[in-house]
């Protein structure tokens, strides 16, 4: 049976029913019952670990999967699956590795037909990330003439973050996360996110002090003459201070970005130019609440051995988040499930999955609802994709669209990990990714490990009445 898990639908106050399903045979489209003034369907699923979903001008969906190495358009209207492309030198590998962020020119299918996206690779070992520029030819629907922009870029087994977007500048901006550095299996290896490359790395292109920011490219993948000068020198760093930024999205000439935090502290972030959003030495808020930086990659080698983010043994160097300040912090503009010192992190509840019981969401990506948007009460709001939680969050914005107001709500709560959303251009229907694997927050608040609807993309839409439109 394929299951698509029930919703609870805060943002209209409706409690959708109990669950619902469609039989295995069903052809994709069909209806799955759900409480109005909404409706599921599982458009397509099957696929290869569906990264990116962006609306193109030809009005078909663009998807990258990251664990099929592979690009690819699924019709919006029945469900068929075209691969475009498979990178044969990609490396996939859960939970970070494969072909990850997307994006179309500003003029695709109206002055030029390419692509960007970004992949991870290996050589000799050692991994890295490439973003590339490919052409679409629209009469065989493939693309061809695989071209690196930007190369040798940091990569590894975790936190590669690799969204990928067009500012109105005309502008690629590209998320690189910290590595995953000083936890689990890369204990041992620094935080890099506050450090900035100098002048001579800049003009050998060693890259290698780029994770932990947002970069700012031109489409050839050199540097923007007024990208910012940090430290004296200008490089392709925008942004820097991140853990693992998974979400961006443009409102206006106004960049969001939606970040992972370690235990607690997930956020969404305003970006700015040449600003520090503090990592690792803080996250969310500076208030030293249920978060110390412990330098696990300074202690010695029979603490890293005993790593625990929450219970730091003595030995390992700690700093408080109020002894780190810098001229060019920026706060976040939300931190998610903040909690007070004290915090039981190793809940029996969700024993073994303890990371499960965290107050974390693992948002993964962020699309805008626009102020004219048919669902009124959704106007001028961002949609924040949680893994962990397997739900949607819609954060209502201010008039400036500059500051949160009011209340976050969460949305269509089912038994998976949701990967990326996007609204459609009719603003009726949000196309929502999911993973094909992975642990996540059950209905039932209990820790799972199997997903209802592995590698799908399923999509919600709006049956309200025309009145309401």
């Known amino acids: 049976m394929k299951k698509l898990a029930a919703a609870v639908l805060c943002s209209l106050c409706i409690t959708a029913t109990a669950g619902f399903s469609m039989v295995a ?30 609306w193109g ?46 994006a179309l020119d500003p003029q695709f299918l109206k002055g030029n037909n390419y692509v960007y996206t970004a992949y991870t690779y290996e050589v000799n070992g050692e991994k890295h990330a490439r973003i590339v520029r490919m052409t679409y030819d629209p009469k065989t629907e493939t693309l061809r003439d695989e071209t690196a922009i930007l190369d040798n870029l940091p ?35 620094e935080i ?31 540097i923007p003459d007024d990208n910012p000068v940090l430290n004296g020198v200008r490089s392709h760093v925008y942004a820097y201070g991140f853990r693992n930024s998974q979400g961006l ?46 330098n696990y990659s300074k202690a010695p080698k029979e603490l890293q051995e005993k790593f625990d983010p929450n219970y730091i043994p003595a030995g390992v160097p700690t700093q408080k988040e109020t002894d780190f300040d810098a001229p060019n912090l920026k706060d976040p503009l939300k931190s998610f499930n903040v909690v007070r010192n004290g915090y039981n992190f190793a809940d029996e509840t969700y024993a073994p999955l303890y990371y499960i019981g965290w107050p974390t969401i693992a948002p993964s990506s962020v699309a805008y609802y626009p102020d004219n948007g048919k669902i009124k009460e959704w106007r001028n709001s961002l949609l924040i994709t949680t893994l962990k939680s397997g739900a949607i969050y819609r954060v209502k914005l201010d008039g400036k669209k500059e500051q ?18 996007l609204v459609s251009p009719d603003t009726t229907k949000i196309y929502v990714a999911t993973d094909n694997g992975g642990n996540a927050m059950g ?10 609807n592995k590698g799908a993309i399923i999509v919600i839409e709006y049956t309200g009445d025309k009145k309401d439109k």
């Open 192 to 222: 890099q996110a506050q450090m900035l490359p100098t002048a001579a790395q800049v003009a050998a292109k060693d890259y290698s002090l780029y994770p932990g920011k947002v970069l700012r490219l031109n489409k050839d993948g050199s």
């Open 25 to 54: 045979e069903a052809a994709h489209g069909d209806k799955v019952n759900i409480a109005e003034p909404f409706k599921a369907t599982v458009l397509v699923d099957g696929l290869g670990s569906p990264w990116e979903v962006l």
């Open 155 to 189: 990569a590894s087994v975790d936190h590669n973050s690799g969204r990928l977007r067009f500012g109105p500048d005309g502008k690629l901006y590209y998320t690189i996360g910290d590595q995953g550095n000083n936890q689990g299996s890369r204990v041992a290896k």
């Open 249 to 294: 999205a443009f409102v206006g000439d106004k960049l969001f970005a939606t970040e992972h935090g370690p235990s607690t502290d997930d956020e969404l972030n305003l970006i700015e130019k040449g600003g520090n959003y503090g990592w690792p030495y803080v996250a969310g808020y500076r208030d030293n609440e249920s978060y110390v930086y412990a």
């Open 404 to 421: 949160v107001q009011g209340d976050v709500e969460k949305m269509f709560k089912t038994n998976n990990r949701y990967r990326n959303v």
């Open 443 to 452: 209905k039932d608040g209990k820790p799972i490990t199997e997903m209802d």
């Open 57 to 102: 001008p030809d009005d078909s969906l663009w998807v990258t999967e990251r664990q099929s190495k592979s690009i690819s358009k699924v019709d919006p209207k029945t469900g068929k699956h075209t691969v475009l492309y498979t990178f044969q030198n990609a490396v996939a590998a859960p939970p970070h590795q494969g072909v990850l962020g997307l």
